[in-house]
């Protein structure tokens, strides 16, 4: 089975400030990536995902991602976050086809207004 | 308004007792899934199912049962054989065609006294 390392357990920043989250994964097939968010009190929601294609994906709320396949890692970027961007955040892995996803452990990301 | 609910949110039980958690979906996806959230863990899957009266085992089943009577519904069972049952349940489905891109409920959480 797959692995999945989120490298920062917990990130504090200002608003403003650039962000981003890494992630690596152990599996050497084709794989699905996606970064999910969980806010405050609110449930988990897909914030983008990779199929295929184009490495550098865009999701919601100016979140971006890049699948480096020779790295195993698909980072999760912002370039400018903002105080509602306080929240969990979760890389996946899957292996197409498969219906089991890894998480990796999260990474608590706290802005300060 | 399509979705994935949980009930309860909060359940608390005394030790020794079973308890059966909720997940109903309107999204007509064919696979269901159970999570458990622990903190600094990630999320860990319990029991999938792919079809109606069919499923299969995650990573953690063991003191978990589950039913899939219906396409909709997706109950899973707390036994008194889960050795650490206090957590958080996440219930998720998904279409066949994508197994990995997985949808959220908005979780029970489970405190077992």
């Known amino acids: 089975a797959q692995s999945v390392s989120q490298h920062n357990h917990h990130v504090i920043l200002s608003e403003a400030a650039s962000l981003e989250l890494g992630c690596n994964y152990s599996?050497?097939?084709?794989?699905?990536l996606f970064w999910y968010v969980q806010y405050p009190g609110q449930h988990l929601q897909l914030l983008l995902k990779?199929?295929?294609?184009?490495?550098l994906v865009k999701g919601i709320k100016g979140f971006e991602a890049e699948f480096i396949k020779s790295k195993f890692s698909f980072n999760l970027r912002k370039p400018s976050v903002q105080w509602s961007d306080t929240a969990e955040y979760f890389c996946?892995?899957?292996?197409?086809?498969?219906?089991?996803?890894?998480f990796g452990a999260g990474t608590t990301v706290t802005v300060r207004a | 308004d399509g979705g994935i609910t949980q009930s309860p949110k909060y359940l608390f039980r005394k030790e020794g007792q079973n308890v059966t958690l909720s997940c109903e979906q309107n999204?007509?996806?064919?696979?269901m899934y159970w999570y458990r959230q622990d903190p600094g863990q990630g999320l860990r899957l319990i029991y999938y199912?792919?079809?109606?009266?069919?499923?299969q085992k995650g990573d953690i089943a063991e003191g978990y049962s589950v039913s899939r009577e219906k396409k909709e519904s997706f109950p899973l069972t707390v036994t008194s054989a889960q050795k650490n049952p206090t957590a958080f349940y996440l219930c998720?489905?998904?279409?066949?065609?994508?197994?990995?891109?997985?949808?959220f409920g908005p979780g029970t959480r489970l405190t077992v006294l």
């Open positions: 998720a489905s998904s279409i066949l065609v994508r197994p990995n891109e997985q949808f």
């Open positions: 599996y050497g097939g084709t794989v699905n």
């Open positions: 990779y199929f295929s294609g184009d490495p």
């Open positions: 996946a892995v899957g292996v197409s086809n498969d219906y089991k996803l890894s």
């Open positions: 999204l007509n996806h064919d696979a």
């Open positions: 199912s792919q079809i109606v009266n069919d499923f």
